[in-house]
């Protein structure tokens, strides 16, 4: 049984271009949460996704930042017109049911804007 | 006031060392208490999980949480240098998601 996968591990965009950030949860789990890590600081919650829902999107940015998990592939998590300060590393983490113990995460997205 | 307020460290202690790894939070309807070790460029695995005041044993880690003073702890006895990472503490948010703490840098010098 696989993890969660991410991909991919490392991206590079110029200042203005969209980043694509893919996250596919592990076998059986129909919830996942983003995350983002910035140099020197904790976990900072971006989202919440079912299947076709976003059920809680209280730490997402207003603007530039969406998030979807479809019916069928990976959860996307989207970032247009990438500025410096979007350079940070985002994890995301997946479980079976509402956010327990059983929530694993990948390895993280490295997004460097340059 | 931060949710969750931890040490950064850099923390350093000689192998067989007991580290002691602390966290005050300041919500008190939190109930789920986590503690996560990050190596570097990895995502966070889960080391254990407390449900609200006590103690918990795994091999050599063991959780304690005071629900009273909002703290706390991990303990690591007979540290040993693979345990050199970053610990994160984490509590719930009325279950919807996880309130991370900054983490602390552990190292165990051989």
């Known amino acids: 049984n696989a993890g969660v996968m991410q991909n991919p591990r490392h991206l590079v965009r110029r200042r203005g271009q969209e980043a694509r950030l893919r996250c596919s949860p592990m076998?059986?789990?129909?919830?996942v949460y983003w995350y983002r890590q910035l140099p020197e600081e904790g976990l900072k919650f971006m989202v919440y996704?079912?299947?076709?829902?976003?059920?809680?999107e209280s730490g997402m940015p207003k603007e530039r930042f969406s998030a979807e998990f479809p019916k069928e592939g990976p959860s996307i998590l989207r970032i247009q017109q990438v500025v410096r300060g979007d350079s940070a590393a985002y994890f995301c983490?997946?479980?079976?049911?509402?956010?327990?113990?059983?929530?694993?995460f990948g390895q993280g997205t490295r997004l460097t804007v340059v | 006031q931060k949710e969750v307020e931890q040490d950064p460290g850099p923390l350093s202690v000689p192998e067989g060392a007991i580290v002691s790894l602390n966290c005050t939070y300041s919500?008190?309807?939190?109930?789920?208490f986590m503690w996560y070790r990050q190596y570097s460029r990895k995502g966070p695995e889960l080391l254990m999980y407390?449900?609200?005041?006590g103690n918990k044993e795994d091999g050599r880690f063991t959780a304690q949480v005071d629900k009273s003073s909002k703290y706390i702890s991990l303990f690591i006895r007979d540290s040993q240098p693979s345990d050199s990472a970053t610990y994160l503490c984490?509590?719930?948010?009325?279950?919807?998601?996880?309130?991370f703490g900054p983490g602390t840098r552990l190292s165990v010098l051989p």
């Open positions: 919500n008190s309807a939190f109930q789920y």
């Open positions: 996704l079912q299947k076709e829902n976003i059920i809680d």
């Open positions: 407390t449900y609200s005041s």
């Open positions: 983490a997946s479980s079976p049911g509402a956010m327990n113990t059983e929530a694993f």
């Open positions: 076998k059986g789990h129909s919830h």
């Open positions: 984490a509590t719930d948010n009325y279950g919807q998601n996880f309130v």
